[in-house]
């Protein structure tokens, strides 16, 4: 046994900015060599490191579905399959029942293994395909009975690299499923680099500051991220509160579609959260159940976006929250061959919103309200055959719908809950380049926002088109029918839809959960969800309301029913109408829409 | 020969550099005054010529050339003085400037607002008008609907307009048109056309690099008209030339013209100065840290080019907007003499990145300062001598100093306030370090085949520690790095950027179509050579492409050794450069694929100086100053030699520990390191043997 090496502030600190610099130094390396669009223009990845124990230490600027719970079980996988860890060993893993996230997310773990022998840590790059070699061509199977009508290959942490050398079977099999091979391949090197830079970073570091120092350090920094945590908790109020969010009826659903419920707990005697996620549905014959890491991650990532966001999320902070599972439930530990295909985003938001909501009403200034639901056309999954070739990949046309938050309007761009904006959004330009479609529209859909004294984000509307071809666009847009519900008297965002344009211009509504084929003379016509405000709209800052009715965000006419204050056309401020107005709104009962 | 002048106005000073009739420089620092900017220009010269003693107008008579770093630009960005403007999109596409490219910072970190649009949603109009990807009209411009709305914005009194439209890089007629409607009825009121001010793809970075532009357009005009009319009056008779964000020089004039190229005038000289004084081969890698009061700007020089980005943010990343031109690649970080040490309530250091500023400074300037700084730590390790800082001009707290890192850190670490300092010194220097890694890993360049070239008032506090830290093959630090910018922009090459966009593959090269788009662009280049750069000694064009394997989204920027493709094996020369610069950068490369280009770059050179950097003046002053006790990162206290930087003779080596400080920075000599003068006049330091 080494004594303890009692590390400093100025210690701890410093080792963290080594780590936090070699994930975002992977993460670096994965965006700009990256092929697909997915992953070079949307930056749909994460790179994170393990302790050797499978311990979440570093992440970067991570998407927080990927990588909060999952990575430590996807370690552990791998190492209880493979007894003996070598350097120069990696395994792909997307296996959502060992961790991963859903089977689209093709993960790369690479043990560092020091110069005796010794596995000290793990580091993972995830990065999700444009094409998994699913039955149809999208990663998003929302109708997908189980995993064999899913159809991607699955890969519990299989070993791809053996002494730095593909090991070509499975790098062939990959190449006969995949619809865009030389693509796949391209990201696949851009993941493994990654992943390989990671390594030669933490294996020089350990051998700079000593493998047993960096141990120590590992566990003091996740005290410290504890201490933070309960100095958070401790000042939270104590409470219980239960909140439901129901995602609409998709195929294999009740008629009512899925309602899920959360029960928040804060207990800040002990210092310690606890969302129980028991209470819900058996999983269902459809792509829309958890895998056991986007149910643990997404009333964590919830819970973590409604408090002070300088605690680290790391193992120590982690020690402090408790959520509830149980097997075979839809939010919960799925049981091959339960379909996962869309664990990442639908019901994950639905378990994601009402956490955060919850934390609202236990305090003002606490929580946010519910963000916008996905996956409309919009960022779906365009294919089809163009010149006789090929072609697979998501798009990104306009997704919005970020949530109010205690003191900030939703964030425009956050795409949905779990992502928490870092993708990107296509560059119209860039997307009529690269795939044969023509984009008509993209704006923003006025009076889409969830009122609130800090409103949801507006919902945005995109028409686009075949060029010379048809198309087939797949997606799983939930919140047709269920919005995004408001939070302390905030009140609930736009609904999303989607339509077929027909040649005359009428529009057919479609299915929210479809492969659509749009023939060349017609439309693709989506509309994303608003984000729920925060606090009563009554209680908004003036001078935001007149803004946003001068930007054409809000009309005068929501204005005044909605946020009480009154305009006149050349959109001055009647100050008595306003206050009166005002006054008598704040007196009738406040209705939770 | 007469004066050249170069002066940059940065947040705090006004730095002037002045090239003698002789060659021979002198640094002067004024105030800056930033309602006044051109004040603090002209204070800078009158100090100049105080020294000279001559008449500030006589003095001025003297000068051929001044050369200005400005930051108002930028500033008129952040304080909202720029002009009302309006921006014409293509109809259907009203939120570009809203949406961006999505993309944000911090995932869990709600507190921040999402930017508002450059262009207000109420000044943003949509004009029926759409040109498809191969070029071709899908939808004529109505001209009755535009001249309407122009009419409207007229009465609404907006003062300058941006022009953006879809694909009008592939056929810039509608953007035209609106242009030639813009001048009949709104005559006089600045405009700008995407085609013309940034022909590349992608709609945002075209637009938002339009609007800036426009919404310049009469702010920096009347600035540089007045700084042109001032100099004038003071009795200046030469050319006026501005810093522009590539690393060049325009005039005055025309640089008014396109003010969107202004916005990083003045970081860009960094690595033009790095490179003319420390680049030793045409081949040197060259890390140059430029750390000031609040802000660490990191640039690169790359086997001797200076990369371009066409990422510069206004403010944070993704939280403001880019300007979408190329520009000289420089990360900002918040970090500095003046970043804020304190201890959270977990127990954990932090450094920066909120700064005591310039007001109130660091405690020991005692100006009102209560928390510690980078400075403060300095100041206690011994690294700056409090008798002697700006060459004795100020004299600084130490007390202050001690009480407040006692109390904010020493205290709460359990730590004396000397291991505190240090400990805030080593986290300071390894937020530079990542800001670094950053920047080199987007670069594919290994530091440790690198030299590190260290500018700025607080360069010399922990450049060994870089350095060391980094593996750099060693450290330089020249005469003039405290004014590093100023000294670039003395040797600058008065220069033009053109591109054009051109979209092609290796394996179907259009090459009639890139020879024609060649020929354009350098026909261009020579008209600039022709006018502007007239009386030039040289000039020559620096030819570059961006291009990508087919499925990749993000191009790089490849040097093209030719200005024509005459057969396939220059195609094939091409394919083979992307590779190599493919595999620089990212390690990888995939030399079957074939590959498509986009845009294309040509930038003319003409030279208006000998290009050789100048040498300070020499100074009469004794070489030994009285010895002190500094504590090294990872020493005690050692009783240390201190040099003056300014009379240490030409190849003579010191070894450290040692101090060594000129008027305007102090450099700690680490134990192990050594430090030699050479002809140039930098302080090129070994970093030893580094464990």
Redesign the interface.
Known sequence: MTIRDVMDGSTLALLNARMEGIARKMANTLHRTGRSGILTIARDFSCVILTAKHELLATAESLPIHVLRGPDIMARTMAENHKVLRRGDAYLHNSPYHGCTHPADHSILVPVIDDDGIHRFTVLAKAHQADCGNALPTTYMGAAKDVYAEGALIFPAVKIQHDNEHVMDIIRMCQMRIRVPEQWWGDYLATLGAARVGEREMLALGREVGWDRLESYTGQWFDYSERRMIDVIRAMPKGRVTRKSTHDPFPATPDEGVTITATVEVKPDEALIEVDMTDNPDNMENGLNLSEACALSAPMLAIFNSIDHTVPKNEGSFRRIRIHLRDGCIVGRPRHPTSCSAATTNIADRVANPVQAALAELADGLGQAETGALLPPSCGVVSGVHHGKPFVNEVYLGCTGGAGSPTQDGWLTILHAGNAGMCYQDSIEVDELRHPIFVHQRRLIPDSDGAGRFRGALGAYSEFAPVGCDIIVAYISDGNINPAQGTRGGLAGGCSAQYRKKRDGSLEPLPPCAEILIKADERMVSISAGGGGYGSPQERDVERVIRDVREGWVSRARAREVYGVVLSEALELDHAATQQLRLGQASLPKSRL | MGLRFAVDTGGTFTDLMVSSDEGTLSIHKASTTPKDPVKGVIDALALAAKEAHQPLSDYLARGELLVHGTTHAINAIVTGSTARTAFLTTA????TL?????????????????PEPYV???LTVEIPERI??DGSI?TALDETETLRILELLKARGVEAIGVCF??SVVNPVHEQRVGELIEKILPGIPYTLSHKINPS?????RAISTCIDASLKPIMGAYMRGLDQRLRDAGFTGRVLVITSQGGVMDAKDAAEAPVNLINSGPSMAPVAAKAYASHGREDTLIVGDTGGTTFDVSLVRKGRIPRTRETWLGQPFRSHMTGMPSVDVKSIGAGGGSIAY????????VGPISAGAMPGPVCYGRGGTRPTVTDAALVLGFIDPEFFLGGKMTLDRKGAVEALKREVAD????SVEA?AE??M??AT??M??AI??IT??QGIDPSEAIFVAGGGAAGLNCVAIGRRLRCRSVVVTEAAAALAASGALISDLSAHYQAMF?TRSDAFDRDGINHVLQTLSDRCTSFSKSAGAHALSSEIDWSCEAR?I????EIDVPLAISRFSDEADVKALEHAFHAMHQD????S?PGAPIETVTWNAEIRCRISSGEPGRLRPDKRGLSLPSRSVRFLGSDFLDTPVYRFEAIAEGAVIDGPAMIESDFTSVVIDPGATAQRDKLGNLVIDLGDV?
């Open positions: 259907g596409h009203p939120d809203v949406i961006r490219e999505g993309g944000r910072m911090e995932p869990f970190n709600f507190t921040v607002a999402y207000p949603r109420e498809a990807v899908k879809l694909w793809i992608r709609e945002y970075r201890v959270d309530k977990g127990g954990l250091l932090h709460p670490l359990h730590m505190a400990a805030i080593t986290l390894e937020h370090v990542q890694m950053d890993v987007h979209h394997y499925e990749q989204a993000w950068k990212f390690a990888v995939d464990e």
